[in-house]
């Protein structure tokens, strides 16, 4: 759905934390640079979340953007999703002279490897995304997002063999009690959640292994270079058999497909500023408006059923958050204490 995984940063790592001190050896200008720091860190924290605020609102209200694409399926609405995204993504790199960035990746075959790897896995999750919007399963998408942090969890135990403190365990253990429950509820296994969560985490996974090397708009114009002939492929294949709606539906819905492009990247853009700005944690608690959005316009804008049975859980699901959330400020909390005991040390 055009989410970025969070940057590879310590849980309380923020710009204000990493920058060196200012001078304060008793001289008028140490004692000025002291007393503006602190309002520099709380206009660029101010910042830092109304980036974050804009990029997860924007993502949280995208099912209404493919509400409107109607008649065109999700095939199509990925396909020029990625031919889009293409184009202004070379306005970016041009605009910001970051086209020797982009040929580095390109010639670097470890990060093109893993770029064209994390390509597959967000086609992946377009196309699962966009086919539950656009069949009247929004609600179920939502539920993906909310179980993806438990699923970064999970995976940092099978692919990093990373140790979970106990009350991760207890959420993952919640969660896979919420899946009971809701595979109950659906009458099947959740496939569209469990396939957005496992496909995002994947694609959090692998940009890691690359966020230092590449900024977010470098890697995804590489990623759409990737998807760019095979999405092209399809919208001419679309074409031809007369089910493409691009240019069928009239100029509006000419323009609306043609703007999927800034649709995809502007959200991006603004998350780049946020990370920057914000600690991870921030970050870990901004996520959540995403999926609270979709599922609010999953109710009440598409008027989507919700049985006792299935808020329940959702409950189930948010318990799970919660706890996760709880360890999440704990530990932040923890490493605060320790660093500024670091800093201060006592004697």
Not at 244 to 273: D, K, R
């Amino acid at each position: 759905m055009g989410f970025v995984p969070f940057p590879n940063r310590s849980p309380s790592s923020s710009p204000a934390h990493d920058a060196a001190p200012a001078s304060s050896s008793g001289t008028g200008a140490g004692r000025t640079a002291a007393a503006a720091a602190p309002k520099a860190v709380d206009k660029d924290t101010t910042a830092g979340i109304l980036f974050g605020i804009g990029a997860y609102g924007l993502w949280g209200l995208l099912p209404l953007y493919f509400f409107v694409l109607m008649p065109a399926g999700a095939v199509e609405i990925v396909a020029n999703r990625v031919v889009w995204s293409l184009l202004f993504c070379a306005l970016l790199i041009t605009v910001t002279r970051a086209w020797p960035a982009l040929v580095a990746a390109f010639r670097d075959r470890a990060v093109f490897g893993t770029l064209a790897l994390a390509a597959f896995l967000i086609a992946v999750n377009w196309l699962t995304y966009t086919y539950g919007v656009t069949t009247n399963q929004a609600v179920e998408t939502s539920l993906g997002y909310f179980i993806n942090p438990l699923v970064s969890v999970l995976l940092g135990v099978l692919v990093l063999k990373e140790k979970l403190r106990p009350l991760q365990w207890a959420a993952v253990g919640i969660g896979f009690v919420a899946v009971g429950v809701l595979t109950y509820s659906y009458g099947k296994l959740p496939w569209i959640a469990l396939t957005l969560a496992f496909s995002f985490g994947l694609y959090g996974f692998v940009k890691k292994r690359v966020g230092p090397k590449v900024d977010a708009v470098t890697s995804l114009s590489v990623e759409t270079m990737v998807l760019a002939p095979f999405a092209a492929v399809t919208m001419v294949a679309l074409a031809l058999n007369g089910s493409a709606t691009l240019t069928s539906q009239g100029a509006g819905h000419f323009w609306l497909l043609l703007a999927s492009g800034v649709i995809t990247a502007v959200p991006l853009v603004f998350f780049g500023a946020s990370a920057r700005r914000l600690p991870m944690t921030t970050i870990g608690l901004l996520q959540y408006f995403a999926p609270v959005l979709q599922f609010i316009v999953a109710l009440v804008v598409f008027r989507e059923a919700m049985p006792v049975e299935r808020w329940i859980g959702f409950g189930v699901v948010w318990l799970a958050l919660l706890v996760l959330t709880v360890d999440m400020l704990r530990t932040a909390r923890k490493h605060a204490v320790a660093r500024k005991a670091a800093l201060h040390p006592a004697g």
